[in-house]
């Protein structure tokens, strides 16, 4: 089992920012694509954004203009900078290496005033 660990959730008033950390085992880092999802209560996961091995990065519609995923090789993370949030972001934010089962705990982001 590899330990995902997610970090930087809280609650934020609509219009704030939030920055999410993943943290992960360093000999694990290289080989993936890490993708940052989210689930809202009564709905399905969903894709936030992802990063490849490259730096080449996909973002869902909603996360354009608002959301940076970051990939730092060296320090072996991956984190999620979010802006501009609404009550609609409310939900459970999840680090993922595609094409594996493993997933973190998540951490919760709630924007309400």
């Known amino acids: 089992q590899v330990r995902i660990v997610e970090s930087g959730g809280g609650l934020v008033q609509p219009g704030g920012s939030l920055r999410l950390s993943c943290g992960m085992p360093?000999?694990?880092?290289?080989?993936?694509?890490w993708g940052w999802y989210r689930q809202a209560p009564g709905k399905q996961r969903e894709l936030v954004a992802r990063?490849?091995?490259?730096?080449?990065?996909e973002n869902a519609n909603f996360a354009k203009g608002r959301f940076t995923i970051f990939r730092d090789s060296a320090k072996k993370i991956v984190d999620l900078q979010m802006s501009d949030l609404g009550p609609e972001d409310t939900a459970v934010y999840y680090c993922h290496p595609d094409a594996t089962t493993f997933w973190g705990q998540g951490t919760q982001v709630t924007v309400s005033s």
């Open positions: 990063v490849d091995t490259n730096g080449y990065v």
């Open positions: 360093s000999n694990f880092f290289s080989f993936y694509t």
